[in-house]
């Protein structure tokens, strides 16, 4: 299957191009569904839909508002594999979640809105982003910068002056109240959280874009120590690593065996009835508080079994391996980033 680039250069184009493909029709599509694939037949969820005369979208498929190539658990399909029914709740319009919308107002103007994909800060869609690069207009450029973060540039492949394209949190109303209570869906918004970037067309300078500065979401601070909790714990901390380093040779952390029963009898202490990512940093806080904690061996080996260097069956265990000086500053910086984040000394910033 073809990959196409299109990077339209004016609404015009995005209409002509529209008007030059014949709809597909097959056992699952008929010609009422006005399926036109932007390129490649054979890759028919890229597609442009015509939402009005003067408003197109370029979709990558099975996002919401695609009610033709539906997103996971909005749809119910026939014992032929056609959509039988989608839940318009679940879904909502192409006009909001499609990757990119061309338009073209009463006065004249163009504007095209890109927006990145809808989901947490921590998932990735590479589809998506495949699809932005070779779809964004003539003069953007989709760029995948660091930390999981996504722009638009209107400088070529940099992320120097490029616009953050924040992932959208944004979903419709049966969405919003599926499943609300469970702590993988915080993430979701009912009102429109204004991810998306809007670029109007100007044939002003060097650039054909100019960015609407009321739109998109301003670059996220990255995550900071808290550093007045964290000193409440100073001592604790520092008891705690000198009397793990102690403890540390006695140890058997080359016995997977061992190691598995110990975060098993972790698991079993504080959250009986939960899977293990039930851990919550207020266990860790008890640990250090107490040295007489029935889990004190226990959390060191899980620090330790994860202060490592090598891989696989060639890993070594730091803590054990401790005879210089920088040896020792190594192992102090592991550990002072696992209790930064095992025991939620770290504001991470809200999504």
Not at 68 to 79: A, E, M, Q, S
Not at 110 to 115: H, L, P
Not at 212 to 228: I, R, W, Y
Not at 270 to 278: G, N, Q, V
């Amino acid at each position: 299957m073809a990959l196409t680039w299109t990077n339209f250069s004016s609404f015009d184009e995005v209409v002509k191009h529209y008007e030059s493909i014949k709809p597909l029709v097959s056992k699952m599509h008929t010609r009422e569904d006005d399926i036109r694939p932007i390129g490649d037949r054979n890759r028919k969820q890229e597609r442009i839909v015509k939402i009005s005369r003067n408003c197109y979208a370029l979709s990558d498929g099975y996002h919401m508002g695609d009610d033709k190539f539906p997103y996971w658990g909005t749809v119910t399909w026939d014992n032929k594999g056609k959509v039988k029914t989608v839940d318009t709740t679940m879904i909502g319009k192409m006009e909001y979640y499609a990757p990119i919308i061309w338009r073209k107002h009463k006065d004249g103007t163009e504007t095209v809105r890109v927006q990145n994909f809808t989901g947490s800060d921590s998932g990735y869609e590479i589809t998506r982003y495949a699809f932005l690069e070779r779809h964004v207009p003539r003069d953007m450029t989709f760029v995948m910068g660091s930390n999981s973060r996504q722009y638009i540039s209107l400088s070529g492949l940099t992320t120097v002056d490029a616009h953050f394209l924040a992932k959208c949190k944004t979903v419709p109303s049966g969405m919003f109240n599926k499943d609300r209570e469970n702590k993988y869906n915080q993430w979701k918004r009912r009102k429109d959280d204004n991810a998306a970037l809007v670029f109007i067309k100007t044939s002003r300078g060097t650039c054909n874009w100019l960015r609407d500065p009321t739109t998109g979401k301003s670059l996220p601070e990255g995550a900071k120590v808290n550093k007045e909790l964290k000193a409440k714990y100073k001592e604790a901390i520092k008891n705690f690593f000198e009397w793990g380093m102690t403890m540390s040779p006695l140890l058997p952390l080359e016995d997977r065996d061992y190691r598995s029963d110990k975060m098993k009898e972790i698991a079993q202490h504080f959250h009986p009835e939960e899977r293990y990512d039930a851990w919550l940093p207020k266990y860790a806080r008890e640990i250090l508080r107490s040295e007489n904690h029935p889990m004190r061996v226990q959390y060191w080996v899980m620090f330790a079994s994860s202060c490592t260097d090598g891989w696989g069956w060639n890993e070594n265990y730091l803590v054990k391996q401790v005879e210089t000086p920088d040896d020792l500053k190594q192992v102090r910086s592991r550990y002072n980033s696992f209790i930064n984040n095992n025991a939620g000394f770290i504001n991470k910033p809200c999504s």
